[in-house]
């Protein structure tokens, strides 16, 4: 988004963004998930006036709070070691 604040080139800059942001998604998220996260970055980047979206944030939601709730908790457990 923040190449929205450069007057005229700052459009221009999401061609260069857009390919980095989808690998970097995909780097983050191997998988099914990361594949279609990426193309979903790749599109939204190129987009004009789509930079709003808040996609890596989206992602993280989906994969850390919203996948993990519908998972059981299993036995986990902490060791503590105590120092004196």
């Given at each position: 988004m923040a190449t929205m604040a450069i007057p005229?080139?700052?459009?221009?800059?999401?061609l260069a963004w857009a390919p980095y942001a989808a690998k970097s998604?995909?780097?983050m998220y191997p998988g099914k998930k990361g594949k279609?996260?990426?193309i979903l970055?790749?599109?939204?980047?190129?987009?004009?006036f789509t930079d709003i979206v808040p996609s890596f944030t989206l992602m993280w939601l989906y994969t850390f709070v919203f996948?993990?709730?519908n998972k059981p908790v299993e036995?986990?457990?902490f060791e503590a070691e105590m120092v004196r």
């Open positions: 005229v080139v700052g459009p221009f800059l999401d998604m995909s780097k279609l996260a990426s970055v790749f599109i939204e980047e190129i987009l004009p996948s993990s709730a036995n986990v457990v």
